[in-house]
T-cell receptor, first 112, second 114 residues
Framework: AQSVSQHNHHVILSEAASLELGCNYS??????LFWYVQYPGQHLQLLLK??????LVKGIKGFEAEFIKSKFSFNLRKPSVQWSDTAEYFC??????????FGAGTRLFVKA | DGGITQSPKYLFRKEGQNVTLSCEQN?????MYWYRQDPGQGLRLIYY???????QKGDIAEGYSVSREKKESFPLTVTSAQKNPTAFYLC?????????????FGSGTRLTVV
């Protein structure tokens, strides 16, 4: 069965630290990849997406993610986090069609 | 502004009761979805609908029912057959299949069985 794994359930960083959240999926075919973010008290919103072309994609608020097909990975990165990045982050994979599979989420807490 | 409206925000249900969660969108999106979010488990798909009068079961459809009589509306009924209904429920919509566009989410309904 297709699945999405997020390596860390909780991450605590200090401001200005670099961030990398891992995401791996299990599916051998063409995929469309997403990162969503849920800030405290707010809607889930799309952070960035990949469906073709340059495997390094840039999203909002300085986030980027790299699709490495050989590793079935789509890790999220940010060079320098801010307190306002405290949120829960979800990786998601669509293999074509109407179903998108979400990872369990990673809660990020940034210390001011 | 266009978006998805879910109501109510909080809902309490007695055991054995059916309850209906509302989801309305004004984005003119074709597809709509219901997800359940539990701590540590991410989002799991309950039902989805590609077009009006059509819907498909997701991964955890047992104990739930839906309807899609209008493009804008996709209500979810949590029936008494659902063994563990306490959860956070999210409605989403997308243009076409959502594979390239991603989803727009509502603010969610937190259901508690008392």
């Amino acid at each position: 069965a297709q699945s999405v794994s997020q390596h860390n359930h909780h991450v605590i960083l200090s401001e200005a630290a670099s961030l990398e959240l891992g995401c791996n999926y299990s599916y051998g075919g063409t995929v469309n990849l997403f990162w969503y973010v849920q800030y405290p008290g707010q809607h889930l919103q799309l952070l960035l997406k990949y469906f073709s072309g340059d495997p390094l994609v840039k999203g909002i608020k300085g986030f980027e993610a790299e699709f490495i097909k050989s590793k079935f990975s789509f890790n999220l990165r940010k060079p320098s986090v801010q307190w306002s990045d405290t949120a829960e982050y979800f990786c998601a994979v669509n293999t074509g069609g109407f179903k998108t599979i979400f990872g369990a989420g990673t809660r990020l807490f940034v210390k001011a | 502004d266009g978006g998805i409206t879910q109501s109510p925000k909080y809902l309490f249900r007695k055991e054995g009761q059916n309850v209906t969660l509302s989801c309305e969108q004004n984005l003119n999106h074709d597809a709509m979805y219901w997800y359940r979010q539990d701590p540590g488990q991410g989002l799991r798909l309950i039902y989805y609908s590609q077009i009006v009068n059509d819907f498909q079961k997701g991964d955890i459809a047992e104990g739930y029912s839906v309807s899609r009589e209008k493009k804008e509306s996709f209500p979810l009924t949590v029936t008494s057959a659902q063994k563990n209904p306490t959860a956070f429920y999210l409605c989403a919509s997308s243009r076409s299949k959502g594979e390239s566009y991603g989803y727009t989410f509502g603010s969610g309904t937190r259901l508690t069985v008392v």
